[in-house]
């Protein structure tokens, strides 16, 4: 039986010594369990994605110096094979690197593959810094089994719609036994069932084992789930390593199936995670890794008594710990008294400190200032928006007296058409439901009480219609339609076909039903015209942590300046 331990690791983008202590570790390991092979994730040497750090001369030779590490740690575990992801320089025309494989044993590459299939769509722009592979199998024999190799995008062209090559081809015309696909896939609401799914067929079409090791942690916008699999001809998914955390484990591969390394049978995966779960999982997985790779242990939330800002700091606490989060309520002249109190029912239930921070007065001195020095009154939009725009300044004064993150508030109905205010609620470092329409909001607050087992949310504000409080009597639906039908032409018109199926067949036969009268066409065609318009917000505000397919950012890349 051949053993191999799968290093389902955390790398940080350009913390090579991080990332090369992190592989020596698994390595150390792998050799102490009687692995023959290791396998860690897609670039797992630099971290996913490096972006234009790979035209950085120095980023590159840091690269270089962690390989020789790498090399010089193989020959004290001879016998074992590490199979690592890394930039390496190319040849010839064309762009000057590879998104490579390297096999190392003994001190020496002993295979290296170069990835064929360069995605450049949503969240991904491979192409602008690599060069594609040549079309052929890379194969490497491990204790009498034959390997075949491959890279992430490489398996997920069966269906030949992307590209005119499947690199799957030239790995069936080789026979390997077995084939390692190392992989940096990030994740989203039915990506886990996609990559099952993809792969699970084309080890079925093509009579081939599949072992799938994936990267794990937030980098940016993305967050990795690792989830890593074995999937065979004849087992179907045999094994899955942990969801959204860091995963060492050895596993047996002997006759085209996988084992547990005693030779008896694996567990079976689990279920899909429900859609709130999978959020919370996401967005707290993305905070902590984005907070300490940005050298930030505290977060400040503002907190106005309504849904949104209680969810976010629910989840910061998640994340971060209560000690570690900072809420701030400034009530205006329209501050309900309700929103106020929910506030510190809601810090009282998650044990964050919550500070007052009454913004009247300030608001007052601007609006004489303004008369004084324009001759004319501060009122109507521009009136509501000084009073988002000093509450976000006191945010920003607390985020650098203390050194805490902001935590911006907004989700993704409200910056898809624009309802929030530039340089007021979309303050601050990074945006934690920015990716959840505003029903998915509710339901991951009411997951969160039910997770829990006690109420964190107070009911009062998951029952509360949505206001922002901004003016008299102000409510969300004197600018929007009720977010249950928003949501449903935001979702058609976003992310399309990108969804899961029974949610895209949902949301196209909502909007199909709207359009089918004049007075649907006409709310239809008034959304899409808003969120054209507020794309100039989308541009300046934070980065959101990505949980759907199709996010704001670099997943949907729209001109600021078009006709539409």
């Known amino acids: 039986m051949l053993k191999i331990a799968i290093a389902q690791i955390n790398p940080t983008v350009g913390d090579f010594d991080g990332n090369v202590a992190a592989a020596l570790d698994a390595m150390r390991r792998a050799a102490h369990d009687g692995a023959a092979m290791v396998v860690f994730p897609e670039l797992s040497v630099c971290g996913y994605y490096p972006g234009d750090l790979l035209e950085d001369p120095a980023f590159l030779r840091r690269a270089d110096a962690a390989l020789d590490a790498i090399l010089t740690a ?38 290296e593959y170069f990835k064929q299939l360069l995605p450049t769509y949503g969240i991904f722009d491979e192409r602008r810094h690599f060069e594609p592979g040549p079309e052929r199998a890379c194969l490497l024999d491990v204790r009498d089994t034959r390997i075949g190799f491959m890279i992430c995008e490489d398996g997920w062209n069966g269906a030949r719609r ?46 081939l084992p599949v072992l799938y090791v994936n990267q794990v942690g937030g980098q940016d916008q993305l967050v990795f789930d690792g989830a890593s699999f074995a999937v065979s001809p004849a087992q179907g998914v045999a094994w899955e390593a ?15 199936r996988f084992a547990a390394v005693d030779g008896s049978a694996l567990a079976a995966p689990g279920p899909d995670l429900s859609a709130p779960e999978l959020a919370r999982r996401q967005i707290v997985l993305g905070l902590r890794d984005y907070a300490r790779r940005c050298g930030f242990t505290k977060a400040v939330v503002g907190s106005s008594g309504g849904i949104d800002s209680a969810l976010t700091l629910a989840l910061a606490v998640d994340a971060l710990g209560a000690d570690n989060v900072t809420a701030i309520t400034m009530p205006s002249a329209w501050s309900s008294t309700g929103s106020v109190d929910d506030s510190v029912a809601l810090c009282d239930n998650l044990g964050v400190r ?18 004084a020095a324009f001759d004319q009154p501060l009122q109507g939009l521009a009136l509501e928006n000084l ?14 007296a203390c050194d805490a993150l902001l935590l911006t508030t907004g989700n993704k109905s409200e910056i898809s058409v624009g309802y929030c205010t530039l340089y007021g609620d979309t303050n601050g470092g990074l945006g934690l439901i920015g990716d959840l329409y505003k029903t998915e909001v509710y339901a991951l607050s009411r997951h969160v009480n039910a997770r829990a087992g006690r109420v964190i949310i107070p009911e009062a504000v998951l029952d509360k ?7 008299p009597g102000q409510r969300d639906t004197d600018s929007l339609p009720p977010y249950e039908v928003l949501d449903e032409i935001l979702k058609w018109h976003i992310e399309g076909e990108r969804m899961p199926q029974a949610e895209h067949v949902a949301a196209r036969t909502f909007v199909d039903r709207l359009r089918a009268d004049a007075d649907g066409r006409q709310l239809v065609d008034r959304i899409l015209k808003m969120v054209a318009r507020s ?26 300046a078009a006709k539409y």
């Not at 942990?242 to 085209?256: L, P």
């Open 74 to 111: 193989s020959s004290r575990h001879p016998g074992l094979v590490a199979v690592i992801g890394m930039p390496r320089r190319a040849a010839g025309p064309g762009k000057p690197l590879h998104n490579a494989l390297l096999a190392v044993e003994g001190g020496a590459i002993v295979a």
């Open 162 to 207: 992307d590209y005119a090559v499947d690199p799957f081809d030239a790995l069936a015309t080789a026979r390997p036994d077995l084939v390692v696909s190392i992989n940096a896939s990030p994740a989203n609401v039915g990506k886990r069932a996609q990559r099952h799914a993809a792969f699970g067929a084309a080890s079925a079409r093509h009579g």
């Open 242 to 256: 942990a969801g959204y955390e860091e995963d060492f484990q050895t596993i047996g591969f002997a006759d085209g």
């Open 354 to 371: 919550l500070y007052t921070h009454p913004i009247g007065a300030l608001v007052d001195a601007y609006r004489h200032g303004f008369g």
């Open 387 to 400: 009073q988002a725009r000093v509450r976000g300044t006191i945010l920003m004064e607390y985020s650098n």
């Open 465 to 471: 219609e949505p206001s922002a409080e901004l003016a």
């Open 535 to 560: 794309e100039y917000k989308r541009r300046q505000a934070p980065p959101i942590i990505r949980v759907r397919a199709r996010a704001f950012g670099s997943g949907r890349q729209m001109p600021i």
